[in-house]
């Protein structure tokens, strides 16, 4: 069976995406996910694309509300491996302080049946976007540290989303 999304429950998340359908799910689990320019690396000599994520724990936050408790964050580690290519826009490399929040996760596989390889987006606010070239679709998403309360004590929301 499928892990699903509720599966993640008080563990930390230990998450790995080798196709689509595995990558919406880290993707939803990703989304409003905050960062600063810092805390993105091209290991170009690894060919590995790492994001440190300040991640909302959506998968806990049912169960905040439900016992009135403050939503929190986790420190995820989002690594995006066999990485050829690496563009972003919205991003100022000189501003290594400029916060960055990832809306969501796409895949736009080469056109090529044959190939496994193509373009990993990820969706920033502020029309901002990392666009990863990887030779196939390989990412993890792992929690580095305890969960803490959210600072803002709100979930986020999407008006008119």
Known sequence: MDARFEDAEDRPLRLH??????????????Q??????KDLAWLRKKRRFALFLNRFRWEDADAARRAGRPFERVRTA??????VNVRASGIDPADKEQTVSVLGLAFDASPDAEDPSGKLRVLLAGDGEIEITVEFLEVRAEDVTRPWISPSGKAPSHPGA
Do not use: K, N, R
């Not at 409003?32 to 320019?37: E, G, I, P, R, S």
């Not at 989002?78 to 990485?83: G, M, N, Q, S, T």
């Open 32 to 37: 409003d996910a905050v960062a600063t320019a």
């Open 78 to 83: 989002l690594l995006v491996e066999h990485a």
């Open 17 to 30: 995406a080798l196709d689509a359908e595995d990558l919406s799910v880290v993707s939803a689990l990703v």
